[in-house]
């Protein structure tokens, strides 16, 4: 099977119309043969009847599957269809995402043309509900708002720049070779507030050789609704993927490297708290954009500290 297409979701029954809406629109991919994978992650909603009425008048030539998936957690969710998925070039579609009808095609092309790419994304277009607060473009790529230009190229793994887990494509081949059964980071369940879940694969695919390219001709819309431009949504986000960052850092490290790790983390992440308070000094709290800095900058501060308890203490 040429691909796979897989959306995770956890309750989404009111968000996954439109996308597969968009997906039955795709083009120029009759001489491809794929399917298309609902992972319902636990959800409590009508998600399961929804998929049901789409699967009962379903018109893709693609088949649609549906799995239930139990163990919350978005990292869960991707394991669970990397399992079920019969593509050699998997992709990863939140309940969120809406594809333009040339994704697949764009997608399956660059795969052609770069074979040597283990996974790569595309341009993520921002589709928000209400207006976004001044100087946003700061912090968009948190909301996996994503545009690198015009041109094909390389992220950068060693800097932790990769792309999101939204409108990722990976080839089946490189995650079976590369992600280890057990990862570390799950994703934000709950009160599990830990972010990188989807970085955590790629720096595993990096490692093992792979390649990790930018697609500008992939165009993803992600709709962003109002509650997640505000601070109960944001601040959290900010200290999971600030937490996280130690743990990423280490995929790629050697042992001798990692304790010269731990201690730039915590230097380097004080300083850059110190600097913050420094330079806003009592508007650090009444601005949005620089309140969510200042807890990446804390989470990041912390991070060594996660990191060494999933290590002494794992799970």
């Known amino acids: 099977m040429d691909f796979s297409v897989i959306i995770p979701t956890y309750n989404g029954a009111n968000k996954l119309p439109k996308v597969l809406d968009c997906l039955q629109e ?16 636990n959800s409590t909603d009508s998600t399961v009847n929804v998929i049901k009425t789409y699967q009962e008048n379903w ?5 649609l599957k549906y799995y239930f998936e139990p163990q919350q957690g978005l990292a869960f969710a991707r394991k669970r269809a990397i399992k079920e998925a019969k593509g050699k070039l998997i992709s990863f579609i939140d309940d969120d995402n809406l594809p333009q009808n040339n994704w697949i095609y764009e997608a399956y092309e660059f795969s052609k043309k770069y074979p040597q790419v283990g996974a790569f994304s595309g341009k ?3 589709d928000f509900e209400q207006k976004t607060p001044d100087n946003f473009g700061v912090i968009s790529q948190f909301l996996a708002i994503r545009d690198h230009g015009q041109k094909p190229c390389l992220f950068e793994p060693e800097k932790l720049r990769l792309p999101p887990g939204a409108g990722l494509v990976v080839r089946r ?12 980071l799950i994703g934000r369940v709950g009160k599990y507030n830990i972010a990188g879940e989807d970085y955590e694969v790629l720096l595993y695919l990096h490692k093992k050789g792979w390649e990790i390219w930018y697609n500008p001709k992939m165009i993803l819309h992600h709709v962003i609704p109002k509650d997640r431009l505000s601070q109960d949504y944001l601040l959290p986000l900010a200290m999971g993927t600030g937490l996280a960052t130690c743990q990423l850092r280490m995929i790629l490290a ?9 201690v ?6 004080f300083r850059r708290i110190l600097l913050h308070l420094l330079k806003y000094k009592s508007e650090v709290n009444n601005n949005l954009i620089s309140a969510f800095e200042l807890q990446f900058y804390w989470g990041s501060f912390l991070s060594p500290f996660y990191y060494l308890k999933t290590i002494f203490n794992p799970k």
């Open 59 to 63: 018109q893709f030539s693609w088949p």
């Open 264 to 269: 730039r983390t915590i230097l380097g992440n």
């Open 124 to 126: 993520i277009v921002g």
């Open 26 to 41: 795709q083009i120029k991919i009759n001489n491809l043969i794929g399917e298309i994978i609902i992972i319902d992650n």
């Open 173 to 184: 081949q490189a995650w079976i070779e590369s992600v280890p059964q057990k990862t570390y």
């Open 254 to 262: 050697k042992n001798w490297q990692k304790p010269l790790i731990l």
